[in-house]
Protein backbone atom coordinates (compact mmCIF):
# COMPACT_ATOMS: atom_id res chain seq x y z
CA UNK A 1 0.00 0.00 0.00
CA UNK A 2 1.16 3.40 -0.65
CA UNK A 3 0.13 7.24 -0.26
CA UNK A 4 -0.08 9.81 -3.31
CA UNK A 5 -1.40 12.81 -4.85
CA UNK A 6 -5.66 12.19 -5.63
CA UNK A 7 -5.42 13.12 -9.31
CA UNK A 8 -8.67 14.62 -10.97
CA UNK A 9 -8.82 10.83 -12.61
CA UNK A 10 -9.37 9.21 -9.35
CA UNK A 11 -12.42 10.86 -8.50
CA UNK A 12 -14.79 7.80 -9.24
CA UNK A 13 -13.59 5.50 -6.75
CA UNK A 14 -13.16 8.63 -4.25
CA UNK A 15 -16.65 9.38 -4.48
CA UNK A 16 -17.83 5.79 -4.04
CA UNK A 17 -15.88 5.29 -0.97
CA UNK A 18 -17.40 8.73 0.25
CA UNK A 19 -20.59 7.28 -0.64
CA UNK A 20 -19.98 4.02 1.34
CA UNK A 21 -19.20 6.52 4.44
CA UNK A 22 -22.56 7.92 4.02
CA UNK A 23 -24.21 4.76 3.55
CA UNK A 24 -22.86 4.26 7.56
CA UNK A 25 -24.82 7.19 8.46
CA UNK A 26 -22.50 8.15 10.72
CA UNK A 27 -19.44 9.29 8.54
CA UNK A 28 -21.08 12.85 7.61
CA UNK A 29 -24.21 15.34 7.46
CA UNK A 30 -23.85 15.23 3.24
CA UNK A 31 -26.87 13.19 1.77
CA UNK A 32 -25.47 12.70 -1.24
CA UNK A 33 -21.92 12.81 -3.37
CA UNK A 34 -21.62 15.64 -4.84
CA UNK A 35 -20.17 16.48 -8.61
CA UNK A 36 -16.36 16.59 -8.91
CA UNK A 37 -16.64 20.30 -9.24
CA UNK A 38 -18.64 21.15 -5.97
CA UNK A 39 -16.15 18.71 -4.56
CA UNK A 40 -13.40 20.14 -5.78
CA UNK A 41 -14.32 24.03 -5.21
CA UNK A 42 -15.17 22.79 -1.44
CA UNK A 43 -11.23 21.73 -0.56
CA UNK A 44 -8.02 23.49 -0.91
CA UNK A 45 -5.46 21.82 -3.37
CA UNK A 46 -2.88 20.34 -0.58
CA UNK A 47 -3.17 17.77 1.15
CA UNK A 48 -5.34 15.42 -1.77
CA UNK A 49 -4.30 11.85 -0.56
CA UNK A 50 -5.73 8.35 -1.72
CA UNK A 51 -4.21 4.99 -0.52
CA UNK A 52 -3.95 2.62 -3.43
CA UNK A 53 -2.63 -0.84 -3.38
CA UNK A 54 -1.69 -1.32 -6.81
CA UNK A 55 -4.03 0.20 -9.09
CA UNK A 56 -6.86 0.11 -6.11
CA UNK A 57 -7.69 3.10 -3.80
CA UNK A 58 -8.72 2.19 -0.55
CA UNK A 59 -9.40 5.37 0.95
CA UNK A 60 -8.68 9.08 0.89
CA UNK A 61 -7.97 12.09 2.80
CA UNK A 62 -8.48 15.90 1.55
CA UNK A 63 -8.35 19.33 3.74
CA UNK A 64 -10.94 22.16 3.36
CA UNK A 65 -10.80 25.61 4.85
CA UNK A 66 -12.31 26.23 7.62
CA UNK A 67 -13.05 30.32 7.06
CA UNK A 68 -11.95 32.67 3.97
CA UNK A 69 -11.38 34.81 6.89
CA UNK A 70 -7.41 35.51 6.48
CA UNK A 71 -6.81 34.76 10.22
CA UNK A 72 -7.72 31.26 9.61
CA UNK A 73 -5.65 30.99 7.32
CA UNK A 74 -3.68 28.01 8.68
CA UNK A 75 -5.88 25.90 10.21
CA UNK A 76 -7.97 23.36 7.95
CA UNK A 77 -11.00 20.75 8.24
CA UNK A 78 -9.60 17.35 8.07
CA UNK A 79 -12.00 14.56 6.05
CA UNK A 80 -10.70 10.63 5.92
CA UNK A 81 -12.83 7.86 4.51
CA UNK A 82 -11.69 4.48 3.56
CA UNK A 83 -13.50 1.81 1.69
CA UNK A 84 -15.94 -0.72 3.41
CA UNK A 85 -13.35 -3.46 2.78
CA UNK A 86 -10.52 -1.61 4.18
CA UNK A 87 -11.43 -0.50 7.43
CA UNK A 88 -9.21 -1.39 10.16
CA UNK A 89 -6.05 -1.92 8.57
CA UNK A 90 -4.15 0.77 9.21
CA UNK A 91 -5.09 2.62 5.92
CA UNK A 92 -6.40 5.32 8.05
CA UNK A 93 -3.64 5.98 10.30
CA UNK A 94 -1.05 6.26 7.32
CA UNK A 95 -3.32 8.80 5.09
CA UNK A 96 -3.78 10.79 8.14
CA UNK A 97 0.28 10.91 8.90
CA UNK A 98 0.75 12.29 5.21
CA UNK A 99 -1.83 14.72 5.81
CA UNK A 100 -0.26 15.65 8.50
CA UNK A 101 3.18 16.07 7.43
CA UNK A 102 1.70 17.80 4.11
CA UNK A 103 -0.31 20.09 5.69
CA UNK A 104 3.30 21.25 7.84
CA UNK A 105 4.77 21.80 4.53
CA UNK A 106 1.82 24.53 3.76
CA UNK A 107 2.26 26.00 7.34
CA UNK A 108 -0.54 24.93 8.21
CA UNK A 109 -0.80 24.81 12.34
CA UNK A 110 -4.31 23.69 13.01
CA UNK A 111 -6.31 20.63 11.87
CA UNK A 112 -9.47 19.85 12.82
CA UNK A 113 -12.54 17.17 13.02
CA UNK A 114 -16.05 16.91 13.88
CA UNK A 115 -17.02 13.45 14.07
CA UNK A 116 -19.82 11.43 15.47
CA UNK A 117 -19.40 9.84 18.12
CA UNK A 118 -21.15 6.94 16.89
CA UNK A 119 -17.93 6.89 14.66
CA UNK A 120 -16.03 5.01 17.22
CA UNK A 121 -12.95 3.95 14.54
CA UNK A 122 -12.48 7.83 13.52
CA UNK A 123 -12.14 9.24 17.05
CA UNK A 124 -9.96 6.54 18.18
CA UNK A 125 -7.81 7.15 14.91
CA UNK A 126 -7.55 10.87 15.75
CA UNK A 127 -6.63 10.39 19.06
CA UNK A 128 -3.79 8.18 18.11
CA UNK A 129 -2.81 10.90 15.45
CA UNK A 130 -2.04 13.17 18.09
CA UNK A 131 -5.87 15.18 18.01
CA UNK A 132 -7.39 16.20 21.60
CA UNK A 133 -11.27 16.21 22.31
CA UNK A 134 -12.00 20.14 22.61
CA UNK A 135 -15.58 19.71 23.10
CA UNK A 136 -18.88 18.31 22.03
CA UNK A 137 -22.00 20.36 20.05
CA UNK A 138 -25.17 18.17 21.14
CA UNK A 139 -27.95 18.52 18.88
CA UNK A 140 -25.96 20.30 15.89
CA UNK A 141 -28.15 19.07 13.03
CA UNK A 142 -30.47 16.72 11.88
CA UNK A 143 -29.51 13.81 9.69
CA UNK A 144 -32.66 11.77 8.43
CA UNK A 145 -34.74 13.99 10.70
CA UNK A 146 -32.37 12.64 14.09
CA UNK A 147 -30.67 14.81 15.50
CA UNK A 148 -26.38 14.54 15.67
CA UNK A 149 -23.59 15.68 18.31
CA UNK A 150 -20.55 16.38 16.90
CA UNK A 151 -17.35 15.84 18.52
CA UNK A 152 -14.51 18.51 18.12
CA UNK A 153 -10.78 17.88 17.97
CA UNK A 154 -8.13 19.38 16.55
CA UNK A 155 -4.13 18.86 16.20
CA UNK A 156 -1.82 21.61 16.76
CA UNK A 157 1.56 21.19 14.60
CA UNK A 158 4.79 20.64 16.37
CA UNK A 159 6.96 22.27 13.68
CA UNK A 160 4.51 25.07 12.45
CA UNK A 161 5.40 27.51 15.00
CA UNK A 162 1.98 29.48 17.14
CA UNK A 163 3.83 32.41 18.32
Not at 48 to 61: D, M
Request: hydrophobic content about 40%; some cysteine.
Amino acid sequence: MEIRTMKNSDWPAVAHIYQQGMDTGFATFEKEVPSFEVWDAGHLQLGRLVAVNGETILGWAALSPVSSRCVYGGVAEVSVYIGQGSRGQGVGKMLLQQLIVESEKAGLWTLQSGIFPENKGSVELHLKMGFRFIGKRERVGKLDNVWKDNLLFERRSTVVGVD
